[in-house]
């Protein structure tokens, strides 16, 4: 079955970086768009960055754009976020999943336990 392992997050400091990734398996992983989410305390979860098949496309939403970087290495089935310039709002829970947007009929519903990242001084 659609699996998602998420690992990499933890505590950073304001200014400096994390890489998160995300271990799929269950579905031939090359042929889908994969997508970054995140849910901070107490809002919903949302869309950070997402890229197609082939690496050709990425997409990012505003708050973060310059700052993190989606990749993906179709050998290892394995999806990653560098995350950088760390701000207190980018505390939340990272996800990933299929697709290149919430609503895309490739979303899994088998969710990952996801990885914190905790953004403090």
């Known amino acids: 079955q659609v699996q998602f392992v998420e690992s990499g997050g933890g505590l950073g400091q304001p200014g400096g970086s994390l890489r998160l990734s995300c271990l799929a398996s269950?579905?031939?992983?090359?042929?889908?768009?994969m997508s970054w989410y995140r849910q901070a305390p107490g809002k919903e979860r949302e869309l950070v960055a997402w890229?197609?098949?082939?690496?050709?496309?990425?997409e990012y939403i505003d708050s973060v754009v310059g700052r993190f970087t989606i990749s993906r290495d179709d050998a290892k089935n394995t999806l990653y976020l560098q995350v950088n310039k760390l701000k207190p709002e980018d505390t939340a829970l990272y996800y990933c999943?299929?697709?290149?947007?919430?609503?895309?009929?490739?979303?899994?519903?088998?969710w990952g336990q996801g990885t914190p990242v905790i953004v403090s001084s």
């Open positions: 999943n299929r697709g290149a947007h919430p609503a895309a009929a490739s979303v899994s519903s088998a």
């Open positions: 269950g579905f031939p992983f090359s042929t889908y768009f």
């Open positions: 890229i197609s098949n082939g690496r050709e496309t990425t």
